[in-house]
């Protein structure tokens, strides 16, 4: 079964950081692009960033310089490091999977996540 599971969500402070995980099952990453969505309370599900099967990487506007996208296929894993956290950030945060090159709409992507909470407060 081809199963993809976020983990590393959580609160924390503004300025704060957190490393979310997403880890494969079923299938491995290697030709897969891996992209992060996230989702606030009442809007669209938004990509937030994405990393092809080479390891190439972009971001959208809002996280530039703050978050870092990494994927390390020996352990069928894609990281996403959030620095410098901002109440706008809150979101439930899911990663996604398409085969080689990222795509910006989320009805590309053939595998999802169940969502990790991430809630920056003070």
């Known amino acids: 079964q081809l199963q993809l599971v976020e983990s590393g969500g959580g609160l924390v402070q503004p300025g704060g950081s957190l490393r979310l995980s997403c880890a494969a099952s079923g299938f491995t990453l290697d030709d897969y692009a891996i992209a992060w969505f996230r989702q606030a309370p009442g809007k669209e599900r938004e990509r937030v960033t994405c990393i092809s099967s080479s390891g190439s990487p972009n971001y959208a506007d809002s996280v530039k310089g703050r978050f870092t996208i990494s994927r390390d296929n020996a352990k069928n894993t894609v990281y996403l490091q959030m620095n410098s956290l901002k109440p706008e950030d809150t979101a439930v945060y899911y990663c996604?999977?398409?085969?080689?090159?990222?795509?910006?709409?989320?009805?590309?992507?053939?595998?999802w996540g169940q969502g990790t909470q991430v809630t920056v407060s003070s």
């Open positions: 996604a999977a398409r085969f080689r090159v990222c795509n910006i709409w989320r009805s590309e992507y053939n595998y």
